[in-house]
């Protein structure tokens, strides 16, 4: 919709996973370098984990695209398989041909590695890419794990690359997986875009849509409160920036301002999700309570009677602290009244005696 409006030839903030717009940041190229490097050195299980948008699948993507021409591959989305699903997508992600009409488990594997021994006669390293692989169950890592013991004398005949979100180290850690844990032999995780970055990899992904680097598109206030919301999460960048275009362009506007901006992210509730609330907003209070009948219980069992007074008065202050009453002017105030501070003294007939500055009854 506001494509032509800004002279681009395509969306520049799509949050589908195109290599083409990968901004090499040093962490996205670190990563990149760790997979490749990985798969280029036998390794065995290779690991990338990440938060929710920070890029993994877009790097994933990118080293399909640069895996070496002798490299056979096969991709797995969704991890959410039984085992004879699993090893069914795998052999028809590498279109190995099972003929039986109802083929275990064994067969499936029995295929596999005839297919992976004749592959690496011919020179052809193979590769297994599972997406989102902290959604595994137990019992598929186990099988992944025994898939690396496919081998010849000298080398493995699969590789396996598992992509995920932070939980899947926390998986991975678990001494009952320590087989699996002790066969990765390249592991990164992958970090949020240092704020220095945003602003280069707002205007990549502008320029790769076609525009024109000589406009500004966004304002240098604008692009600090993405800094300020996203925390450098490229799914959040690309959602704001997105919307925010096509805020300025219903206001007829030729760049995202601050105001565009921000409105942008209410819109987006992106604030909402990544607001902190102050603790002391929360500490304090819950102190003050802790102090105000912690104290009093503990008297009390020191002196019953008189500290159990105590006990109510001071949850009765708490009470009016919360839920202040509502103080009239004393013009209104009928003269010759009693106020309300003499009415409480004569309630308590004359005994002294205080309780935080007021008459504790019993004392003397």
């Known amino acids: 919709m506001y494509t032509r409006y800004f002279g681009l030839t395509e969306k520049p903030f799509a949050i589908a ?3 083409r717009y990968l901004f090499m940041s040093e962490l996205h190229r670190e990563a990149l370098a760790h997979l490749l490097y990985g ?3 036998d390794g065995c299980i290779i690991l990338l984990t990440g938060d929710v948008g920070t890029g993994k699948t877009t790097v994933c993507r990118c080293l399909i695209e640069q895996l070496p021409a002798t490299t056979d591959f096969a991709m797995i989305l969704n991890p959410k398989l039984s085992t004879a699903d699993l090893f069914k997508t795998i052999c028809e992600e590498l279109k190995i041909g099972v003929e039986e009409a109802a083929p275990s488990v064994k067969t499936y594997i029995d295929r596999l590695n005839a ?5 690496h006669s011919r020179g052809r390293n193979t590769t297994l890419i599972v997406d989102e692989a902290q959604n595994l169950d137990i019992e598929i890592l186990e099988q992944l794990r025994l898939l690396t013991n496919l081998e010849t004398n000298t ?15 926390d998986i991975l850690s678990d001494p009952k997986l320590s087989q699996i844990n002790q066969r ?13 970055d945003v602003s280069n ?6 320029a790769i849509a076609g525009g024109n680097s000589r406009n500004v598109f966004f304002s240098k206030q604008a692009i600090q409160y993405v800094i300020k919301i996203s925390q450098g999460i490229p799914r959040i960048i690309n959602l704001l920036c997105d919307h925010a275009l096509l805020g300025a362009y219903a206001n007829n506007s030729d760049h995202v301002s601050l105001t565009i901006m921000k409105k942008a992210a209410v819109e987006l509730a992106a604030i909402n999700s990544h607001k902190r609330y102050p603790s002391n907003r929360v500490v304090i209070p819950l102190a003050l309570v802790l102090l105000l009948i912690t104290i009093p219980m503990v008297l009390y069992f020191v002196d019953g009677r008189d500290n159990l007074a105590l006990l109510k008065h001071n949850v009765s202050l708490l009470t009016q602290t919360l839920h202040p009453p509502t103080v009239k002017p004393e013009s209104a105030q009928p003269q010759g009244s009693p106020s309300p501070a003499d009415s409480a003294a004569g309630q308590d007939g004359g005994k002294t005696g205080t309780i935080i500055g007021q008459p504790l009854p019993g004392k003397e």
């Open 155 to 169: 080398n493995k005949l699969l590789q396996i690359v598992l992509i995920g979100q932070p939980e899947l180290r």
């Open 184 to 196: 990765i032999t390249t592991r990164y995780h992958l970090k949020p875009l240092q704020s220095t």
């Open 115 to 119: 297919y992976l021994l004749d592959a």
């Open 39 to 41: 798969i280029s050195s």
């Open 201 to 206: 990899y707002i205007q990549h992904r502008i």
């Open 17 to 19: 996973p195109n290599p």
